[in-house]
């Protein structure tokens, strides 16, 4: 990496890094609403696994956002180490993807 390309504006971390959380928290969304679709009185289970991925989203946004202002606050230019509500949001994720597989199967 050249020296030039490690000193971008300061701003610029922060964004892409608000923009992929933001990204990641609308599939969240997305998939709650598709989960949605599939709702029904004898089947209430695609419900639960709606309101985990909005649960999922809502997280994930905050710490995006927690993230970003963490980058921007920084003046050594290092990002910030993995926290634990990045665990949290990945363990949620598979837990969210093996309720979906289970829904789907049933």
Not at 65 to 84: E, K, V, Y
Request: aromatic share 0%; hydrophobic share 45%; charged share 15%.
């Amino acid at each position: 990496m050249t020296a030039a390309a490690r000193h971008e504006l300061p701003g610029l971390q922060s964004e892409r890094t608000s923009l992929a959380w933001d990204r990641t928290a609308l599939g969240l969304l997305a998939n709650g609403a598709l989960l949605l679709q599939d709702v029904t009185p004898d089947r209430p289970t695609p419900l639960v696994a709606a309101a985990g991925a909005l649960l999922l989203a809502l997280i994930c946004a905050g710490t995006g956002r927690r993230r970003a202002r963490r980058i921007r606050s920084q003046h050594s230019g290092r990002t910030p180490a993995a926290t634990r509500e990045i665990m949290l949001i990945g363990g949620g994720v598979i837990a969210l993807g093996l309720l979906i597989a289970v829904t789907t199967v049933s």
